[in-house]
């Protein structure tokens, strides 16, 4: 099992590999610092899944741009607080399971195999919380319906901004005010939940189509 490392605490990333790698049939290819490192070692490895420490805070909209892109990948979440909530935000960011932060090495390696034999094991209020949580997110509005949500204006400025242009910019190309532009930018945010214009640029980078759906009809 070849296994990347992903902490931004050396030393713990260095134990890690030590202890993983003297285990049977199991082999650390690198520890990385960041997701940008974790992109280019995917890019460039054979690697059977990703262990990434979110002890230490970690963008969930990036990782789930990394699951997109490396569907066939697992990531693993190592020191998770095991609270029903907190998993289901993981697994919305496209964790395929999670080590819990009280876990063994022991555990850890056994958790490792099992999710990559395509497995999970949790506690069965965690499962039974990841159940309601899927059937909640059926019976609510999907995010193709946060789109719908969004007017053609809105769209527009989604769109821009996903491709990195300032307020001024996006005035200039939509022949607005900056103030028309602040203004949609707020709604944007609010309508799909977001806090900074930074998390928009990602969820569009992970999600392109959420800036187009409302472009069709635009003449």
Not at 23 to 31: D, F, G, K, S
Not at 89 to 104: L, Q
Not at 164 to 171: H, M, Q, T
Request: hydrophobic fraction near 45%; glycine fraction near 6%; charged fraction near 25%.
């Amino acid at each position: 099992m070849n296994i990347v490392v992903l902490t931004p605490v050396r030393f713990l990333g260095d134990g890690l590999a030590a202890c993983l790698s003297s285990r049977i049939n199991m082999h650390v290819l690198a520890v990385v610092n960041d997701l940008a490192s974790l992109r280019g070692t995917l890019a460039t490895t054979d690697t059977h899944v990703v262990l990434i420490d979110v002890t230490q805070g970690i963008d969930l909209f990036d990782v789930r741009a990394v699951t997109s892109e490396w569907s066939n990948v697992p990531l693993v979440a190592l020191g998770l607080n095991e609270q029903r909530q907190e998993v289901i935000r993981c697994g919305r960011a496209g964790f395929a399971g999670y080590v819990a932060r009280d876990a063994s090495i022991d555990e850890l390696c056994n958790s490792l195999s099992e999710i990559v034999a395509g497995r999970l094991a949790c506690p069965p209020e965690i499962a039974g919380g990841l159940l309601r949580a899927l059937f909640r997110r059926e019976s609510k509005p999907e995010e193709s319906n946060l789109e719908i949500a969004l007017t053609r204006r809105e769209s527009e400025v989604l769109e821009l901004l996903g491709r990195g242009f300032s307020n001024k910019e996006i005035a200039n190309e939509l022949c607005l005010s900056v103030a028309t532009v602040k203004h949609h930018v707020h709604h944007v945010l609010e309508k799909l939940q977001l806090q900074r214009r930074a998390q928009a640029m990602r969820r569009v980078r992970d999600a392109p189509w959420l800036g187009r759906t409302s472009l069709v009809g635009r003449k």
